[in-house]
Nanobody
Framework: DVQLVESGGESVQAGGSLRLSCEGS????????MGWFRQAPGKEREGIATIDSSGRTAYADFAKGRFTISKDNAKSILYLQMDNLKPEDSGTYRC??????????????????????WGEGTQVTVS
């Protein structure tokens, strides 16, 4: 079965940077469309960025210019580089995976449980 495990979340000061990782197993990594979404207490899930099997990417408006998604197919790891972090970026960050979907389409779909697979998440706190 597919498993996704996130890491890299921690507490940082505003203006700082973090790099989140999501290690996957169970399927051919390079054929997945993968992405990151987040959820803060009392708020809805929010898509952040996606990257599909062709390497195309899509970003939510709030992520453009600050966040960068990438993946290492050889190591089966998805990354999210986050720069210039703000307090409103705090929340639980989770990675998601599916296939036969483009990065643009996945950005709006991955917050739904029907999308595919989710990791358990890693906590980011910005103060």
């Amino acid at each position: 079965d597919v498993q996704l495990v996130e890491s890299g979340g921690e507490s940082v000061q505003a203006g700082g940077s973090l790099r989140l990782s999501c290690e996957g197993s169970g399927r051919t990594y390079d054929k997945w469309c993968m992405g990151w979404f987040r959820q803060a207490p009392g708020k809805e899930r929010e898509g952040i960025a996606t990257i599909d099997s062709s390497g195309r990417t899509a970003y939510a408006d709030f992520a453009k210019g600050r966040f960068t998604i990438s993946k290492d197919n050889a190591k089966s790891i998805l990354y999210l580089q986050m720069d210039n972090l703000k307090p409103e970026d705090s929340g639980t960050y989770r990675c998601a995976a599916s296939w036969d979907v483009t990065a643009t389409a996945a950005l709006g779909r991955m917050t739904s449980p029907e999308f595919g697979y989710w990791g358990e998440g890693t906590q980011v706190t910005v103060s």
